[in-house]
């Protein structure tokens, strides 16, 4: 029941569209229907020109994640940590309050790995901009930098099967919003 609620807590807390409600409050700006149509920092961005909206997005998105993921973690433990840090990146990517579109789930996972193993997010941002500088392209390097990035995550979370299974779920949650534009820019070189 514990777990339940969290997902539940986590999955609304989550769904709270920052890039869709800074956009139209400031810019008046619908982004699920400009630029990439992405619910997220980097389309804020790219769509209204703001560093600002961008860097706001995106701390407001990480800060979903670390605070859900940091008091069912330090609550109840790694198991419901765990369940929430899945859950407020499914509900980040697949909002309920703008018919279940969403974001790529980025900032939302790194605010909850803050948390669980938080080498995970300068080893990410190290292993990103390193092949950015090599003309990798955008998001063939942000999923190299994921699943590298998760390693440790898995290592910490050996060999217990449940956190591995929750940890695997975090994972592929954002992976899985990053395959569509990756096929595109693939297809595109």
């Known amino acids: 029941m514990l777990g339940l609620s969290a ?6 807390v989550g769904s709270f569209p920052t890039a869709y409600v800074i956009g139209k409050h400031f810019r008046k700006i619908d982004l699920s229907r400009n630029g990439s149509g992405n619910l ?27 605070l859900v993921t940091s008091l069912s973690f330090w609550n109840y433990g790694i198991i419901i940590g765990l369940t929430a840090a899945l859950f407020v990146v499914i509900g980040h990517n697949y909002s309920l309050y703008v018919g279940f579109k969403g974001g790529r789930g980025l900032a939302t996972a790194a605010g909850a790995l803050l948390v669980l193993q938080p080498l995970a997010v300068p080893l990410y941002l190290f292993i990103y901009f390193m092949l950015r500088m090599l003309s990798v392209k955008l998001y063939l390097s942000s999923v190299i930098g994921i699943a590298l990035a998760s390693v440790p995550l898995f290592v910490k979370m050996y060999p217990a ?16 919003k990053h395959l569509t534009p990756l096929k595109t820019e693939i297809k595109d070189a």
Request: aromatic letters at 6%; proline letters at 4%; charged letters at 10%.
């Open 40 to 66: 997220g920092a980097m389309n804020a961005y790219e769509v209204t020109g703001s560093k600002s909206i961008g860097i706001v997005v995106a701390l407001i998105d990480m800060s979903k994640g670390f």
């Open 161 to 176: 099967p449940v956190p591995l299974m929750l940890s695997a779920g975090l994972i592929l949650a954002v992976l899985s």
């Open 7 to 12: 997902a539940i807590v986590s999955y609304l």
